[in-house]
């Protein structure tokens, strides 16, 4: 089981490390749920430091493909893993619509986590129209063959996949047990239909969309979600806590 948090424009330093400390009293002795949480880049020395010796890691919440250049803005999954993170995300819905991410942009963006010892954290998801034209999965898969093409077959078991259906991500309508589960288990499939047979069983697939405290056991009870990547509710101790603990 495996819970992501992801903060995306919220908590400078000082909100950060108010944050992280109140997930280390709670959880630093937590082993049977793996933890991490993507602060702003901005945040991520201040919540290193606060986590050292926990087994709460660290994520980015994107990388840029490039080791280094004229690329204003930009952070490298190399600088990622000199300030101490684990995990990047990588193609996060608000990414590829709002920063224009398309799919060749993600892969380069898999391939340069894992070039800098990085763990991806790939992100997939349908949005409404595509679901209610019944193309959830094609597009889900698409998205899959796509970000994790050219990694071998133990590159793509280290990567984790979260699925977002995009309809679901801060709007507070979650997929329902069984909408999550069918596509998980679809994604499962197609895992198994394109890797050797460890990858679909060995591969971590989150499941992220508005999940809270309240909704959160009945879908990490599902047989195919290995976890949740969490937004809105990861923000706040407590109801974070209350994920971890529904998934434990
Ligand atoms: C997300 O940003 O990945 C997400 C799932 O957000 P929320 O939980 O707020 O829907």
Redesign the pocket.
Known sequence: MFIAG?W?LHKGPQEADTLATALKRALADETAVDIAVAPPFISIPAVVDRLKHTGILVAGQDVHPEIKGAFTSAVSSEMLKDAGCAYT?VG???RRSIFGDDDAVVNAKVHAAFRAGLLPIL?CGETLPQREAGQAVEVVTRQLAAGLAGLAADQVVSTTI?Y?PVW????GVTASPDQAQEMHAAIRSWLAANFPAFVPTQTRIQY????KPGNARELLSQPDIDGA??????LDADSFLAIVRAGA
């Open positions: 992801n995306k995300l996060h819905s608000e992100c979260a977002e679901a991500i801060g709007t992220g969309g508005s999940v990547l969490v937004g809105g509710a990861s």
